[in-house]
């Protein structure tokens, strides 16, 4: 703290309801620091709620009103006024009043009548320890901020970059942009509601809803590596061919295991990325591919996609083929409970159907989505 200017110097407010003390601590301030003086505990708030507040505090303890210890402990709870340093002044010299003052957050104690030089030193040291204070939780905050900031940076290069290498595999495919939405809302709502089922509450803590939010749009990211003549057309598949489509799945995994190898880390939602990727044409009975895993076996993040990813694309038309109405939707996973699909998170598909169908709505494919699928 510079002085040389009265502007930039430390700011004391000294509260005393004797006059005679106030002029005295004031005449040995004034010529180091701005000095304030307030005569009752409640002026003393007022000043050091104000918008510049003081540097440090000097208050007496018997006080008519507001008692110093009362004006400490309001001090204290606010956090504008919270890290201002509180000396007490007294004519008590009893232990017990002392540790009182200590235990309320005071930082010293002056016993009075005061000694001169003791107070300018205890003062002064009190001042730059609360200088270095500031410093400190100054740039903690910036460096909080600064670390905030560079998070939603890398969050938001994240999100792009999934979001980016989602729609490159639509652009061969005959899905839209509206998918990926869907999908997204369908498998968060599925997951949301399972939270706390018994089954499923370990996995999906708030975190890992997060990220298969996030992870959903990869799940057929698998179909860039699938040759047009198979991924595009418009008719039944040969079994040859729908071996090479199959292998969709094994294409997006390793795309992604690649990614995180390249970067030379594990990356959390890559995880569940390649999880879902993999796995959501897997069947709870074993039927699925591409390794026909069974029940607990598929993982929990594959399963919820296969219903999200099953629902929208019966209910959704393409240049090939109509939509199927939600009600039908609905009937075939009603069947498909327990052979397809984990019995209950198609129980829960069962009872969350009305919003499916809103999210289905909000996220409609337009004649223009279609056009240029």
Known sequence: MSSSGIAERPTVLIVDDTPDNLILLSDLLKVLYRVKAAR??????????????????????????LSGF??????????????????????????????????????????KPINPP????????????????????????YLEQEVARRTREVTAIQDVTILAMASLAETRDNETGNHIRRTQSYIE?????????????????????????????????????????????????????????????????DA????????????????????IAYSHQEKWDGSGYPEGRAGEAI???????????????????????????????????????GTHFDPDIADAFLTLQDEFRAIAQRYADSDDDLENS
Request: aromatic letters at 4%; charged letters at 30%; a negative charge.
């Open 189 to 253: 709502a599925l997951a949301e509601y399972l939270k706390d089922h018994p089954r499923f509450a370990a996995e999906l803590d708030e975190d890992t809803r997060k990220l298969l939010y996030k992870s959903a749009p990869l799940h057929d990211i698998g179909k860039i590596g699938i040759p047009d003549h198979i991924l595009l057309k418009p008719g039944r598949l040969t079994p040859d061919e729908f071996e090479i489509m199959k292998t969709h799945t094994t294409l997006g995994r």
């Open 256 to 275: 992604l295991q690649h990614a995180e190898n390249q970067l030379g880390m594990d990356v959390p939602f890559l995880r569940l990325a390649k999880e």
């Open 299 to 337: 993982p929990l993040s594959a399963r919820l996609m296969a219903v999200a990813d099953v629902y929208d694309a019966l209910i959704s038309r393409r240049v090939y083929k109509a939509g199927m109405s939600h009600e039908q939707a609905v009937a075939i996973i009603r069947e498909g409970r």
């Open 118 to 141: 003791s107070v300018l030193l205890r003062v002064d040291n009190h001042l730059r320890i609360k200088a270095a204070a500031d410093f400190l939780r100054d740039k903690n905050e």
């Open 70 to 111: 009362d004006v400490c402990r309001q001090l204290k709870a606010q956090a504008h006024t919270r890290n201002i340093p509180v000396i007490f002044l007294t004519t008590q010299g009893a232990i017990e009043d002392e540790m009182r003052g200590l235990e309320l957050g005071a930082v010293d104690y002056i016993t």
């Open 40 to 65: 009752n505990g409640e002026k003393a708030l007022q000043i050091a709620g104000a918008e510049d507040p003081p540097d440090l505090i000097l208050l007496d303890v018997m006080m008519p009103g």
